[in-house]
């Protein structure tokens, strides 16, 4: 079953324009409809208009109703399905494991095996639906309360992390319980889809399959959450930090997501109704006008050449950044491979996947990230139990990777088999990404590391591309000693999303200090500017491929400062080409001259904002606030 963000085909439409009050029938004041509605965070542009499916994720609020007593033996034997299900899963991954990476990293899942067998477990859960009449993901999440309740009176580690062990084998129960799909069917669901979730994990991409959504509102998440990746890749209009919204709607109702001013409204009137889906239907129409420059070259106004690349989480985008005229892949996340994979990839299951994204890359141009597991996302067979205090700022990325060398040279190697796969005397290239690099001594240990990979296919006498090495640069550490480690790569890719949450010190998915995690900040605006002119000065590419690349108002700053390369979602290709045609390299050099003597974010923004609107109103209305 393919990913959620393999599968929405609507890639050129539904993404956004801030709502005009000309737009609003007469008599309904935008402060009206406003005041009506949940406001979040705007992580994904655009307007939509569906119907609400809620995932109800076992942590956060599960269905409460009660069985009819002819459903309950139906119910059992779903639980029973999914058990089993959760028992062949867990011995594969324990055998694979315990092959690829050793049998310490193996053992974890034999301990949820055992837990997964526990009858102080599983009759609970059989005895609430049978004796309750409890859906199995409520007596799963009655259970979690127990023992959450029980566990927290100890202060025991031991225990903290046998509590760890049985909630990822009730997520584990709970995926399979949740078929996505299959119960949106079922439940006579028709037309575009909202969906409604505490925060959409790939787990729970997977199995909404293809269905037909249009938008997603979470209760958890920021601009740089999973929810907000998985939109923005497709153009999706999305709304997180949501607080309560899985308690103020029910799957069936309708449900407005402004995505450009983070902005949720649910059972609109049916004027209010009748104003947005003309805004939504003028969306469309500017997203299919802008996706017709998609064959145009990237060049500013004064002739200056642009590389527009695209990130990508698997295939399915790269399709959509070719449809959307994206001159290659700037950024693949493999770390989706592994977080959606039913159990651990091998060298050779890498090599395929990676050689199907080069072959069907524009211009046949990647760059492959190396695996970037920790923070928000983890793994249980690379020893992640979820207890770091500060998972952001911990054993997590490269870090974690030469913790397990021999699991990291097979992926190494994977993408040197890859390159070989370029045509010969193609323009192409196959780039190796290396995340969260912090001093010189980690990037001098990653090239060693490359050269072992390198040393070990010409043993085996297996054919290997040559790739480019690059770091990329998202620690504070790293980009104050810039000058250092530029002669250690090829290239630098700049990922804004954590370089700001860093320099910040503000948990970007935090919402009482996501407010200071702002990419149009002063400080990341001149650290920015440092990176990007120590890379010009000794000729080293640089690309930026966090999200400000593909906001509107950051282009104009990044342009400025000399970034000739940016790497974005897909769907927000069209209006950054478009924008370029419109900007001179001149018109960006004044605006940074400008921005660096701002000392607010609020001044920033504002300048940049009016900026944008001078160059073009309806750009400007593509941004989010």
């Known amino acids: 079953m393919s990913c959620l963000v393999a599968v929405l085909p609507h890639i050129d439409g539904r993404t956004a324009i801030i709502p005009r009050q000309a737009d609003l029938p007469t008599g309904l004041q935008r402060e009206t409809i406003v005041s009506g509605m949940e406001k979040g965070l705007a992580v994904s542009p655009g307007v939509s208009i ?36 959760t028992a062949v899963d ?145 153009g999706i209009p999305a709304v997180s930090g949501v607080s309560g919204i899985l308690r103020k709607v029910k799957t069936g109702d309708t449900v407005v997501v402004n995505g450009s001013e983070g902005i ?38 004064d002739g200056m050449p642009l590389k527009l690349l695209a990130n990508i989480n698997n295939v399915k985008d790269v399709e959509a950044a070719a449809a959307m005229g994206a001159a290659g892949v700037g950024l693949y996340r493999t770390e989706y491979l592994y977080l959606t994979h039913e159990n651990v990839p091998d060298e050779d299951e890498q090599y395929e996947v990676y050689k199907e994204i080069l072959q069907k890359s524009p211009h046949k141009y990647v760059t492959i990230r190396t695996l970037d597991i920790g923070g928000d996302k983890t793994v249980a067979y690379l020893g992640h139990n979820h207890n770091e205090a500060n998972p952001f700022m911990g054993w997590r990325s490269i870090r974690l990777s030469f913790e397990h060398p021999e699991f990291f040279l097979s992926q190494l190697r994977a993408i040197m088999r890859c390159a070989a796969e370029l045509p010969e005397g193609s323009d192409g290239e196959v780039n190796m990404l290396f995340p969260m690099i912090t001093n010189v ?15 070990s296919l010409d043993e085996r006498g297996v054919p290997r591309g040559k790739v480019k090495v690059g770091m990329m640069l998202e620690v504070p550490a790293a980009a104050v000693c810039i000058h250092h480690l530029l002669e250690l790569v090829d290239f630098v890719s700049i990922g804004s999303n954590d370089l700001v949450q860093y320099l910040t010190a503000a948990d970007r998915d935090n919402p009482k200090v996501s407010g200071l995690c702002q990419p149009l900040s002063p400080a990341v605006v001149m650290t920015l500017k440092n990176v990007i002119e120590a890379c010009n000065q000794v000729k080293k590419p640089v690309t930026l491929c966090g999200e400000m690349a593909g906001q509107p108002r950051a282009f104009l700053l990044l342009l400025g400062m000399g970034l000739r390369s940016f790497s974005m979602s897909p769907a927000f290709i069209p209006t950054i080409k478009e924008l370029a045609i419109l900007t001179t390299i001149e018109h960006a050099e004044r605006v940074v001259q400008k921005v660096i003597d701002m000392k607010t974010t609020n001044q920033v923004k504002r300048f940049l904002r009016m900026e944008l609107e001078a160059i073009s109103p309806e750009l400007a209305r593509l941004d989010t606030e």
């Open 50 to 85: 569906g119907v609400a499916y809620c995932i109800l994720e076992i942590f956060v609020n599960p269905d409460r109703k009660r069985l009819e007593k002819h459903e309950v033996q139906k119910e059992l034997a779903r639980y029973e399905q999914a058990c089993e299900r």
């Open 90 to 234: 867990l011995a594969a991954l324990q055998s694979k494991v315990e092959k690829q990476i050793g049998k310490n990293e193996g053992a974890i899942f034999a301990v949820h095996q055992t837990i997964l067998r526990d009858p102080a477990f599983t009759n609970k859960v059989r005895h609430w639906i049978v004796e309750e009449h409890l859906t199995a993901s409520a007596a799963l999440h009655r259970l979690m309360e127990q023992y959450t309740e029980v566990f927290s009176k100890t202060g025991d580690e031991y225990l903290q992390e046998r509590l760890n062990d049985i909630r990822d084998v009730v997520v584990r129960l709970s995926a399979y319980l949740s078929d996505v799909l299959n119960d949106a069917e079922e439940s006579g669901l028709s037309g575009p889809l909202i969906v409604v979730a505490d925060e959409l994990l790939p787990s729970q991409a997977v199995a909404l399959g293809e269905a037909d959504v249009r938008g997603i509102v979470t209760q958890a998440g920021s601009q740089t959450s999973h929810a907000a990746l998985i939109a923005r890749s497709r």
């Open 264 to 301: 949720v409204s649910i059972n609109p009137e049916p004027e209010e109704l009748a104003a947005y889906r003309k805004l939504e239907r003028e969306f469309f129409h500017l997203k299919d006008q802008l996706a017709a420059n998609r064959h145009h070259p990237a060049v500013t106004r």
């Open 441 to 455: 001594e980690e990037m001098r240990k990653a090239n060693h590391l490359v050269r072992k990979a390198e040393k």
